[in-house]
């Protein structure tokens, strides 16, 4: 079965640094979605993407942030100068297109400790 | 006033039982609704979409009230492998966004 898959599983860095949170996701799939679930709390949206381009953004995903598709598979996050409460799972999801936009799938997450 | 809301639980039931799970959402713009389950520091994983007419799958029934702007969840004969927190999930279909709940913890015990 197809599935999402991130890189690296756990990401250790200091406060000020920079850090790329990679993603595959599925094969045939045309969204792709950064979420983020601070521990013991609520999975939250940072950002959809679609066609090359951001088509949402949440209050969470300031200029510190970017997303990119560098090539045909793969999925960044970037975090430019993380702070200490960016330390979180970080999960990225896909979807396959229109009808099945809200059917998405996730990876296992990427679960950042800034220091 | 949270967007979408569930009552976290702790839920302990033995196995075998039924147990029923509550979600509200505040937007009544939401156009889809989901359960995902989440098993501890894992990814979310769809459990079943949910449908007005209302929608079963094994031992889940789901379904979804928009007056009242209400989603349930409904488990029968609870195994444990049940044991999860249970993640309520609307959507606004046009950017794909999802939003979820709290999540409520369900506890199966022998």
């Known amino acids: 079965e197809p599935e999402v898959t991130q890189t690296p599983s756990h990401q250790v860095t200091q406060m000020g640094q920079e850090v790329i949170l990679r993603c595959v996701p599925i094969s045939n799939h045309l969204y792709f979605y950064w979420y983020r679930q601070i521990l013991g709390q609520k999975v939250e949206f940072l950002v959809s993407?679609?066609?090359?381009?951001?088509?949402?953004k949440s209050e969470i995903f300031d200029d510190q942030f970017s997303v990119e598709r560098p090539d045909g598979s793969n999925f960044t996050l970037k975090i430019r100068s993380t702070k200490l409460e960016d330390s979180a799972m970080y999960f990225c999801?896909?979807?396959?297109?229109?009808?099945?936009?809200?059917?998405?799938?996730f990876g296992p997450g990427t679960r950042l400790t800034v220091l | 006033r949270k967007e979408v809301e569930q009552d976290p639980g702790p839920f302990n039931v033995p196995e075998g039982a039924t147990v029923a799970f509550n979600c509200t959402y505040s937007?009544?713009?939401?156009?889809?609704f989901f359960w995902y389950r989440q098993d501890c520091r894992k990814e979310p994983k769809l459990l079943m979409s949910?449908?007005?007419s209302g929608n079963e799958d094994g031992r889940f029934t789901a379904q979804l009230n928009r007056a009242s702007q209400y989603i349930s969840l409904l488990i029968r004969d609870s195994k444990l492998s049940d044991s999860a927190t249970y993640l309520c999930?609307?959507?606004?279909?046009?950017?794909?966004?999802?939003?979820f709940g709290q999540g409520t913890t369900l506890q199966v015990k022998p």
């Open positions: 999930v609307v959507n606004r279909r046009r950017t794909g966004k999802l939003i």
């Open positions: 999801a896909s979807s396959e297109g229109p009808r099945g936009v809200g059917t998405q799938y």
């Open positions: 937007n009544s713009a939401s156009q889809s």
């Open positions: 949910v449908y007005s």
């Open positions: 993407f679609y066609n090359n381009e951001i088509s949402e």
